[in-house]
């Protein structure tokens, strides 16, 4: 396994001058040895383009790779020794789960007791122990990815196992499993595992570190708490969770804030803001109703509220902003057109210049 460090850009134009010119732009980032991390973002955010300038399918148009230090920019994927697992299954249907599991290894000349060895541990990982000896031709789409997954897994001396948007061709209750699965497979084989989704659940179970991706751009790399308490940019806020953060214009006196009419103090434990205009970000769950007297509270005015299930979704207007609050399938839930009071300020509110977090 091995510790890569990107320290690139890339264009697919020749001679890109703007911004929008680049899949990737300017970034450094460290994935290290042995860690779980997703690479999430919308469709064209450049994952992809990510996923292969570290595999060797791709040439970075500026800069350099490096596996632990050394340069693999021109390396081809078979130098890197990368091991990939595509959206749809790459697997051989003539011969058996076993075979297709053994066959990276067979490959690579490892003796037929290890090849045994792994084989079963990996389809004991995976839940196909039972199906070894069946031929993958007779098996569903869902069963052929996993045994993708079992190929991708297999070695144990790979700098890194890539994964583009495995789990698409899954069904959605084994998808579940699954993205379980890998998390309890990474625990136990400490391989390196870098996965490509679009999906916020999908990164968010599966990584230690989730590297959030928008317009070609790094927005945080951070575990999944530190994305949902601390976003960094205003994108993470609103990409991440369901519904996303709620933002509401503010105006900074340093130790006090204006939201619209409503004048508020800082709590002690906030640190005293920049003076200006300024984003209050606060989270759909802790935008609690409270009482008129409660520190860092303002007047709302309930428009709908939607059962969701397992809780309640309920839009509210502040002033002229529609926020949204969520509330526990418990809670005493308010009626449209009635007047709330909701905290706004408290220790998960966070602060915004333009995109960027203050860091308070
Ligand atoms: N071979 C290519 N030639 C030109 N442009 C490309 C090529 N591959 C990707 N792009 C462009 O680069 C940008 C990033 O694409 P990329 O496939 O890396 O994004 P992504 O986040 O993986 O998206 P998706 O989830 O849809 O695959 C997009 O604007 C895309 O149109």
């Not at 990510?50 to 078979?78: C, E, H, K, W, Y």
């Amino acid at each position: 396994m091995a510790r890569i460090d990107l320290d690139l850009a890339h264009s697919y134009r020749p001679n890109p001058s703007q911004d929008s010119d680049y899949a990737l732009l300017p970034l450094t980032m460290r994935f290290e040895d042995g860690g779980a991390y997703a690479l999430l973002g919308p469709s064209g955010c450049g994952k992809t383009t990510m996923l292969n300038i570290m595999s060797g399918l791709l040439v970075p148009s500026q800069g350099r790779v490096t596996f632990d230090g050394v340069d693999m920019t021109r390396a081809t994927p078979q130098q890197r020794n990368i091991a990939q697992v595509f959206q749809f299954p790459v697997i051989y249907d003539t011969m058996t789960v076993a075979e297709n599991l053994a066959f990276p290894l067979r490959n690579r000349r490892v003796p037929e007791d290890r090849i045994r060895q792994r084989v079963g541990q990996i389809a004991e990982m995976l839940e196909m122990s039972h199906q070894l000896d069946q031929r993958a031709a007779g098996l569903s789409a869902d069963q052929k990815q996993k045994i993708s997954l079992g190929r991708g897994l297999v070695r144990s001396d790979v700098s890194a196992v890539l994964f583009d948007e495995p789990l698409t061709v899954i069904d959605p209750h084994l998808k579940w499993q699954l993205r379980r699965k890998l998390k309890q497979i990474h625990r136990e084989l400490k391989l390196t595992l870098i996965y490509v989704t679009h999906d916020q659940v999908e990164a968010l179970t599966f990584a230690e570190q989730v590297v959030v991706m928008t317009r070609g751009r790094v927005v945080q790399l951070g575990s999944p708490d530190a994305l949902f308490e601390r976003p960094a940019h205003r994108f993470v806020g609103h990409f991440i969770g369901s519904p996303g953060m709620n933002f509401l214009p503010v105006h900074s006196l340093g130790r006090s804030l204006r939201l619209e009419a409503h004048a508020m103090s800082l709590p002690e434990d906030i640190a005293t803001l920049p003076e200006g205009e300024l984003l209050l970000g606060v989270r759909p769950e802790y935008l609690v109703p409270c009482a008129a007297s409660t520190p860092g509270a303002v007047p709302a005015e309930v428009v709908q509220v939607q059962d969701v299930g397992t809780w309640w979704l309920v839009s509210a207007r502040i002033g002229a902003h529609e926020v949204k609050v969520r509330l526990g399938a418990d809670a005493e839930v308010p009626a449209p057109g009635r007047p709330l009071w909701l905290q706004v300020l408290g220790p998960h509110t966070c602060f915004y210049n333009q995109n960027e977090a203050l860091i308070a």
